[in-house]
C-alpha cells in the first residue's frame, strides 16, 4: 500500500517512497450508500445471449423473474460487502454449529474456500474448529500461494451460512489456515478468503468442490453471480469500514447498473479468463498483436488491487500516457509504484490524464466492445500530508503472468459472472461516479476483424505444466547420459591407438 510525499504548485513533484502492495486485493473506496427503495422487485437472472453482446433489454438478452422458492433475495444481498481501498472487500458469514461470525475476502482469482483456525497478530478473531460440534478434518493438507502472501492448513467439512446472502444452511469444504506469511496484514478485518473460480485452481486439486459450485448444487440457484465494487474516488486512508458493495448470488440486480450488460465469453474455465483484442490509451490504439494483451492470460479477477499488463503492453501504456498527458516531467517512481505523485490539497490531477480503455470480444465474436475507465480510477487518492498536499498512485502495474482485470477497472462496472453461459458481463455500476461525474463508460458493438480470430494464447495449465517439465527433464537426463558416454569411448579408443591421451606430446608442450 504505500505512504507520503512533497509538491510544488500547479506541477508536482515525486519524492516519497512507498512500500510494495503486501497482497493482491481490491481497492474500495465508498461514494456513497445506494438507496434502493422499497418498490423494487426481487428478481433472478435468466441468461439468453444477446445477438450483439449486449444484455438484449429489449428481450433477446437478459430476462427477468421473480424467485418462487424464495431462496435467493437480491435485496437482502444489496450493500452485504465492506472493506476499503487498502484491505479488500469481505463478506460476513458463520461457521460451524453453533454458527461463528467471520469476515471473508471475496476473491474471483482463486478457488479455496479458506479461513483463519489459529491466532495470528493481525486478526481479531479466528475459527475455532473445537467449538463447531459439525466440524469434520478430512484429513488433507493443504497450501495456497497467492501472488503476494501464502498460507497452509488442513482440509474440514461444516456447515456454512451468509447472514446477507441466500437463505438456509450449506456443507462446504473449508480449507483451516494453521499457518501462514504474507496473506493476514496489518490493518485487515477479514479472517479468511472465498475463492469464487473454477475447481482447476482448487487446492490441492480439483477434487476439492469450491464453494460457489456447492452452493449451486445444494440451493438449486442460478449458476450466476455478479459483483459491484464501490471504490471510486475517495482515499484509501480511511480508518472507517464504510459500506463497500455487493455480491449477488445466484444472479444480477438490476437496480444496481444502468444501460445494458455487455457480454465477453469466457476463454477458459479455470481463472475468468476473457479474451482482450486491443487497449487505447485517450483516443490513441497501442497498435499491439492482440496476443501480447493476453500473453499466458488476461483474466477479470477481484482479489487484485490493480490493472496489471504483461510487461510489453506496460511500457507502451506508460509511454503513450507520458506522450498524452499535460503533465510531462514524470518521475519513473511514479510509474513503478514506488513513489506518489503530490499536489497541493484541492487540486486534482485527473483533468491531465487521458481515458483508458480496453477492447474485449463479444459473445457475437465478429464484433467487440469497450469498457472505459476515466483518469479517477486509474490515479488514486491515497493519503494526505499535515492537511496539505494530497497524493496519489498509479493503478496499473507490470505482470509477469498475464492481464489482470483488478479492482481498478471492477470498481468502474457491475460485473457479471454468467457460469451458465460461460461469460462475463460489465454494465455501467451505479456507484461508479464521484461529485457527479460518471467513472467510466462502456460502448459497442465494434467490428473485431481488424484482429486475429484467436487472440488468446491459451491457459497454461499447472497439470500440464508439470507433465511437459517431468518429459523435459527424462530428455535431459537420456542426453545427458548420452555425452557421457560419448566423452568417455573416445578417450578408450584413443588411448589404445596411442593418439591423444594424458601422455600425448600435446600436453606435455603446453605444461612446458
Not at 461508479?432 to 495449465?461: H, Y
Amino acid at each position: 500500500m504505500a505512504y507520503s510525499t512533497f509538491i510544488s504548485m500547479l506541477a508536482f513533484s515525486l519524492y516519497f517512497g512507498v512500500s510494495k502492495c503486501y497482497f493482491a486485493i481490491p481497492l474500495k473506496i465508498y461514494p456513497g450508500k445506494l438507496n434502493v427503495s422499497s418498490e423494487l422487485s426481487r428478481r433472478v437472472v435468466l441468461t439468453v445471449d444477446g445477438t450483439d453482446g449486449t444484455d438484449g433489454t429489449d428481450g433477446t438478452g437478459l430476462s427477468l423473474a421473480s424467485d418462487p422458492s424464495g431462496t435467493v433475495d437480491f435485496l437482502d444481498m444489496v450493500d452485504n460487502l465492506q472493506g476499503d481501498s487498502g484491505r479488500g472487500y469481505y463478506i460476513e458469514m458463520a461457521l460451524g454449529t453453533p454458527g461463528q461470525k467471520v469476515n471473508i475476502l471475496v476473491d474471483t482469482g482463486s478457488s479455496n474456500f479458506a479461513v483463519a483456525a489459529a491466532s495470528h497478530l493481525f486478526i481479531t478473531h479466528y475459527f475455532n474448529t473445537a467449538l463447531s460440534s459439525t466440524y469434520q478434518s478430512v484429513g488433507r493438507t493443504v497450501g495456497v500461494r497467492y501472488t503476494q502472501g501464502n498460507w497452509e492448513g488442513e482440509l474440514g467439512i461444516d456447515r456454512v451460512s451468509i447472514p446477507n446472502g441466500p437463505n438456509g444452511t450449506f456443507i462446504i469444504n473449508i480449507a483451516v489456515i494453521l499457518s501462514s506469511e504474507g496473506f493476514f496484514l496489518p490493518g485487515i478485518n477479514w479472517q479468511g478468503i472465498l475463492g469464487l473460480a473454477y475447481p482447476m485452481l482448487a487446492r490441492p486439486d480439483s477434487s476439492v468442490e469450491p464453494f460457489f459450485d456447492s452452493l449451486v448444487q445444494q440451493l438449486g440457484i442460478p449458476d450466476i453471480f455478479s459483483l459491484q465494487m464501490c471504490g471510486a474516488g475517495l482515499s484509501a486512508s480511511s480508518t472507517a469500514d464504510p459500506i463497500g458493495g455487493s455480491l449477488i448470488i445466484g444472479g444480477a440486480e438490476t437496480a444496481l447498473y444502468q444501460g445494458s450488460v455487455w457480454y465477453t465469453p469466457i476463454v477458459e474455465e479455470w481463472y475468468y479468463q476473457v479474451e482482450v483484442l486491443k487497449l487505447e490509451v485517450g483516443d490513441q490504439n497501442l497498435d499491439l498483436d492482440c496476443r501480447e494483451y493476453n500473453t499466458d492470460k488476461a483474466i477479470v479477477d477481484s482479489g487484485t488491487t490493480l490493472l496489471r499488463l504483461p510487461a510489453n503492453v506496460f511500457n507502451a501504456v506508460v509511454d503513450a500516457i507520458t506522450r498524452t498527458s499535460l503533465i510531462q516531467d514524470f518521475s519513473l517512481g511514479f510509474w513503478d509504484g514506488s513513489k506518489y505523485a503530490c499536489w497541493l490539497k484541492g487540486e486534482t490531477p485527473w483533468r491531465f490524464f487521458p481515458k483508458l480503455s480496453i477492447y474485449l470480444r463479444a459473445t457475437n465474436t465478429s464484433q467487440s466492445f469497450r469498457i472505459t475507465i476515466l483518469p479517477q480510477l486509474y490515479i488514486q487518492p491515497i493519503t494526505d500530508v499535515d492537511g496539505t498536499l494530497d497524493c496519489f498512485r498509479f493503478g496499473l502495474s507490470s505482470s509477469a503472468n498475464g492481464l489482470v482485470i483488478g479492482a481498478t477497472v471492477m470498481e468502474g462496472f457491475y460485473v457479471v459472472f454468467d457460469r451458465a453461459q460461460r461469460r462475463v458481463g460489465f454494465a455501467l455500476s451505479n456507484c461508479a461516479v464521484s461529485r457527479g461525474v460518471a467513472l467510466s463508460e462502456i460502448a459497442g458493438p465494434f467490428s473485431a476483424a481488424d484482429v486475429a480470430s484467436n487472440c488468446s494464447v491459451g491457459p497454461q495449465k499447472e497439470p500440464l505444466l508439470w507433465m511437459i517439465s517431468f518429459a523435459l527433464m527424462a530428455v535431459c537426463a537420456v542426453i545427458l547420459v548420452v555425452l557421457l558416454l560419448l566423452l568417455m569411448l573416445p578417450c578408450c579408443c584413443r588411448a589404445r591407438s596411442g593418439e591423444i591421451t594424458d601422455e600425448s606430446s600435446l600436453v606435455r608442450h603446453r605444461i612446458k
